[in-house]
């Protein structure tokens, strides 16, 4: 995707033109005020080729550590780029990439050790692998150390060969990288991990935009609400996370990451159908 006007690119950091990173991979990450958790995910991506950046508009300190880790040697190169939307951001952060492997990763996102270590194994598969699936787990709100590893992780794929994954551009909300052809299996080893830092009020008002986003994108698409659904969706969405995905090993942070996935999918349903009855009255 081409860079749209009046989106601006900071130069490249004298570091990079001298010698590549170890990794021949570029790390592609979209922002918008992530002053709070952007800091350890740049630090995650020590020894990258290249660390595309797009920013959005962020007031909040987010470039001031952008470019400190620039002019520590971080080979960043900036892009300032009014909202697109998800998959489109996205995609235009991977579309600048240059290294022949892309990390599409989030910036209350980071790396762990064993991640960072099974990278080279990872990008020197059979070319018959487009890309990678990595295991992500979070850390709750409130709790200072992650998730028990017996936890089920999902499974996200974000590690891809460059030109051959993409995001679709028709999803509004929950856009993921498909790959074009090829094999994407899952990486054991490792884990991405992701920050829930939000408190539970801001993290709430997230759940609500997102849930009217993929309200909408399901109208875009045709759909219309059901009663099973909204009546059904929820606690199974709460027993889900819980139980299957071991939550409750988390205790009463699990149980209320649990509840609010619940919510999210209640407000889901509720705004799906306020929003299709709405129209057809109109």
Same mark, same amino acid.
């Given at each position: 995707m081409a860079l749209t006007h009046p989106a601006t690119v900071s130069p490249v950091h004298p570091a990079d033109a001298t010698a590549p990173g170890p990794l021949a991979a570029s790390a592609a990450i979209i922002c918008l005020n992530e002053g709070a958790c952007i800091g350890k995910c740049l630090q /995650?991506? /020590?020894?990258? &080729? @290249?660390?595309? *950046?797009?920013? /959005?508009?962020? %007031?909040?300190? %987010?470039?001031?550590? *952008?470019? @400190?880790f620039a002019g520590r040697g971080f080979p960043i190169r900036r892009i300032d780029q009014p909202w697109l939307g998800y998959a489109r951001q996205k995609q235009l952060a991977l579309d600048q990439a240059t290294?022949?492997?892309? !990390? /599409?990763i989030d910036a209350d996102e980071w790396l762990d050790d064993d991640l960072r270590a099974s990278l080279p194994r990872l990008m020197a598969a059979d070319d018959a692998i487009s890309g990678w699936k990595v295991r992500r787990s979070p850390t709750l709100y409130g709790q200072s150390r992650p998730v028990s590893r017996l936890t089920r992780p999902e499974h996200i794929l974000r590690l891809v060969r460059r030109g051959r994954a993409r995001f679709d551009s028709a999803l509004i909300i929950h856009e993921g990288l498909v790959a074009d052809e090829g094999e994407t299996p899952i990486a054991r080893q490792g884990l991405l991990r992701h920050e829930r830092?939000?408190?539970?009020? @801001?993290?709430?008002?997230? @759940?609500? *935009?997102y849930a009217r986003l993929k309200a909408e994108q399901r109208l875009?698409?045709?759909?219309?609400p059901s009663k099973l659904k909204l009546m059904f969706s929820p606690p199974i969405y709460f027993l889900r996370i819980f139980f299957w995905n071991r939550f409750f090993l988390s205790g009463w942070?699990? !149980?209320?990451?649990? &509840? %609010?996935?619940?919510?999210?999918?209640?407000m889901t349903e509720a705004i799906h159908r306020q929003l299709y009855y709405g129209r057809t009255k109109q």
């Open positions: /995650s991506l /020590s020894g990258f &080729a @290249e660390i595309i *950046v797009v920013d /959005s508009g962020s %007031t909040d300190g %987010t470039l001031a550590i *952008v470019d @400190e290294q022949p492997w892309v !990390f /599409s830092s939000l408190p539970l009020n @801001e993290q709430m008002k997230k @759940e609500i *935009v875009k698409q045709g759909r219309k942070a699990g !149980f209320i990451h649990a &509840a %609010t996935g619940a919510m999210y999918s209640l």
